[in-house]
């Protein structure tokens, strides 16, 4: 496995994004299949693991904790997230924000991830007016080695000039597909230029880039693509001219539809980096062999020629921490 910086971490060029063992995408694997399923990808190269105490309150946590825990720690990136509000069970009356707030969050996590540090913690969704505040508490942590680094999740580009300058941010964690491209006017330039690493999440639209959904599809449950638009009959229908697109790249290069997805995110820069959902062998199999699959700088352009040419119709159930008060039953990232 091709290998990447975020800023000063290095991690697979793919990573595994965890949430889907436990949370968000219907009825996921047994614990110990999804553990095998861990260490499969780990042996295939894959070093860097993202969950968060979001996902499913905290168990999703603990998965990834009995998972990582069997294999040799100096070898593995463990990235996770903290809610900027309390959680159920979490009683912080001085705030969730506060310097207490986050000391005891992030002992929280550590115990359930049975680790003594966490290499990437990132904070899940912004809160406005108070990015100086958390990126002085995250210089603390990081200098008593509680954590390596520190993130923002789906920050605007002033959030991140706010907190860049009190406590260097190693990675911003936003949603970024073919069918999302809204960092790609500030915030992508910016962390270019200011060596901060991205990490990719749903990199193929929440599968919808794979090909493997059809607009007859019912989705049940606590699964998300129930509340996402583009899961939608009519968009997913309306969607189809990108599917064309994204299938007949994949046959012009012998490879998968979600391979093409994966590999257009990669070709953005070498900062860059997806943590798809995969929670059967064969997704890991095909997921991580993208890696293997590299459009040419004329691929690239050609692929962004058509894109530019199709509008894509849904998104994902966005929400603002600003007009959330309490903490949402179900969040998709």
Not at 12 to 25: D, K, L, N, Q
Not at 190 to 195: P, S
Not at 299 to 317: F, Q, S, V
Request: hydrophobic share 40%; charged share 30%.
């Amino acid at each position: 496995m091709k290998k990447r910086m975020l800023r000063d971490l290095e991690v697979s060029a793919i990573g595994m994004g965890c949430m889907g063992f436990t949370h968000a995408y219907g009825e996921g694997p047994t614990e110990a299949e999804g553990i095998r399923l861990v260490h499969k990808a780990f042996e295939m190269g894959c070093t860097f693991f993202d969950t968060a105490e979001m996902y499913s309150y905290f168990k999703n946590e603990e998965f990834v904790g009995k998972a990582l825990k069997e294999l040799p720690r100096d070898k593995v990136i463990i990235s996770d997230k903290f809610w900027p509000l309390p959680l159920p069970g979490q009683d912080m009356p001085e705030g969730k924000l506060s310097e207490a707030g986050i000391r005891k969050d992030i002992e929280g996590s550590l115990r359930r991830l049975q680790t003594d540090y966490i290499d990437l913690y990132t904070e899940h969704q912004m809160d406005e007016g108070t990015e100086e505040q958390v990126a002085e508490v995250m210089g603390k942590l990081i200098r008593e080695g509680k954590i390596r680094a520190w993130g923002q999740s789906s920050a605007t580009l002033e959030q991140i000039k706010k907190a860049h300058a009190v406590t260097p941010i190693t990675a911003i964690q936003s949603e970024y597909s073919m069918m999302e491209r809204k960092w790609e006017k500030d915030v992508l330039p910016f962390c270019r230029e200011n060596n901060i690493g991205f990490v990719a999440f749903s990199p193929m639209g929440n599968g919808f880039l794979s090909g493997k959904y059809s607009s007859d599809m019912e989705f049940k449950g606590n699964d998300v693509r129930r509340v996402i638009t583009r899961f939608n009959k009519e968009n997913m229908e309306a969607n189809a001219p990108l599917l064309a697109l994204v299938r007949r790249f994949a046959e012009q290069k012998g490879c998968t539809p979600a391979q093409i997805g994966l590999a257009w995110v990669l070709a953005g820069g070498d900062f860059i980096v997806p943590i798809p959902g995969m929670r059967k062998e064969e997704r890991i199999i095909e997921n991580l062999g993208a890696a293997d699959v590299e459009l040419t700088a004329d691929e690239y352009a050609a692929l962004n020629t058509e894109l530019a040419k199709i509008t894509i119709h849904g998104n994902r159930d966005g929400r603002d921490i600003k007009k959330l008060g309490t903490v949402p039953d179900n969040v998709n990232k």
